[in-house]
T-cell receptor, first 113, second 114 residues
Framework: AQSVTQPDIHITVSEGASLELRCNYSYGATPYLFWYVQSPGQGLQLLLKYFSGDTLVQGIKGFEAEFKRSQSSFNLRKPSVHWSDAAEYFCAVEGESSYKLIFGSGTRLLVRP | DADVTQTPRNRITKTGKRIMLECSQTKGHDRMYWYRQDPGLGLRLIYYSFDVKDINKGEISDGYSVSRQAQAKFSLSLESAIPNQTALYFC?????????????FGSGTRLTVV
């Protein structure tokens, strides 16, 4: 069965510091991979997605993610965090031809001034 | 208007009451989903539907039922609400959009069962 693991429940970084949020998935074939962000009291916003091709994907708000098949990972990165990036981040996977999205448990990002 | 509209936005109900959460979409997508979000658990799939006559249970369907009244409408019902069904509920659709493929989520319904 498909599964997604986000090993970090909380991460705290200083404003201006770099960020990496980890995501590992379990799926036999090539997955479709997504990162969503949820600001407090808000819905879900898509940051980026990977279907195929270039394994480094650029998203909105300066985020990028890299698909590493050998590590079953799709980590999210940002070179310089802004206070407005404080939110909860969800990694999600859709298995090829499964047509349903499975989410990780989320990572809450706190940004120190 | 939003592509995926959920009603109500917030609801407080009593234990044992029947409640329906509604979802409508203007995306023209065939696939629709209901998810539940709990702190520390992420979003978990309750039910999903690939067309009007195709409805499937997700990982946490117990205590819930759904109805796909039309391609654009997918309702979630709690036949007898219990406090541990207090959560944030999201409806979503999936399909082709602007040459790409992806999911569109509603703004969520916050349900409190007292």
């Amino acid at each position: 069965a498909q599964s997604v693991t986000q090993p970090d429940i909380h991460i705290t970084v200083s404003e201006g510091a770099s960020l990496e949020l980890r995501c590992n998935y379990s799926y036999g074939a090539t997955p479709y991979l997504f990162w969503y962000v949820q600001s407090p009291g808000q819905g879900l916003q898509l940051l980026l997605k990977y279907f195929s091709g270039d394994t480094l994907v650029q998203g909105i708000k300066g985020f990028e993610a890299e698909f590493k098949r050998s590590q079953s990972s799709f980590n999210l990165r940002k070179p310089s965090v802004h206070w407005s990036d404080a939110a909860e981040y969800f990694c999600a996977v859709e298995g090829e031809s499964s047509y349903k999205l499975i989410f990780g448990s989320g990572t809450r990002l706190l940004v120190r001034p | 208007d939003a592509d995926v509209t959920q009603t109500p936005r917030n609801r407080i109900t009593k234990t044992g009451k029947r409640i329906m959460l509604e979802c409508s979409q203007t995306k023209g997508h065939d696939r629709m989903y209901w998810y539940r979000q709990d702190p520390g658990l992420g979003l978990r799939l309750i039910y999903y539907s690939f067309d009007v006559k195709d409805i499937n249970k997700g990982e946490i369907s117990d205590g819930y039922s759904v109805s796909r009244q039309a391609q654009a409408k997918f309702s979630l019902s709690l036949e007898s609400a219990i406090p541990n069904q207090t959560a944030l509920y999201f409806c979503a659709t999936s399909g082709r959009q602007g040459g790409s493929y992806g999911y569109t989520f509603g703004s969520g319904t916050r349900l409190t069962v007292v």
